[in-house]
Nanobody, 126 residues
Framework: VQLQASGGGLVQAGGSLTLSCAAS????????MAWFRQASGKERIFVAT????????YYSHSVKGRFTISRDNARDTVYLQMNSLKPEDTAVYFC????????????????????WGSGTQVTVSS
């Protein structure tokens, strides 16, 4: 599975951005997907995850209620709609995928994901 994240940019606090992650490769639509982020000098942390069929989602406490993860398997794309952005949301955002699973567990650890995109920078100014 190959992943390509896009949609990052510079936005003022309180603004919105939508990230996209285009997936390609064998049975990518059967994989659970996630977004992680990594601020400068810090470790990569979990943001949100979605099941292979889009039926289930799980969010980190810091973004719940502000961010929405979704997917369009017909387009092999996962999205992260980010609203009410804060300066502390500034980071490089990475999309990740499991191997094809056809099952759901709300993993929030980097080690649980097998494939990673190259990341897209999100900068929120105060």
């Amino acid at each position: 599975v190959q992943l390509q994240a896009s949609g990052g940019g510079l936005v003022q606090a309180g603004g919105s951005l939508t990230l996209s992650c285009a997936a390609s490769g064998r049975t990518s639509s059967n994989a659970n997907m996630a977004w992680f982020r990594q601020a400068s000098g810090k470790e990569r942390i979990f943001v949100a995850t979605i099941s292979w069929n889009g039926r289930y989602t799980y969010y980190s406490h810091s973004v719940k209620g502000r961010f929405t993860i979704s997917r369009d398997n017909a387009r092999d794309t996962v999205y992260l709609q980010m609203n009410s952005l804060k300066p502390e949301d500034t980071a490089v955002y990475f999309c990740a995928a499991t191997d094809p699973v056809l099952s759901w567990v709300a993993y929030d650890e980097t080690a649980r994901f097998d494939y990673w995109g190259s990341g897209t920078q999100v900068t929120v100014s105060s």
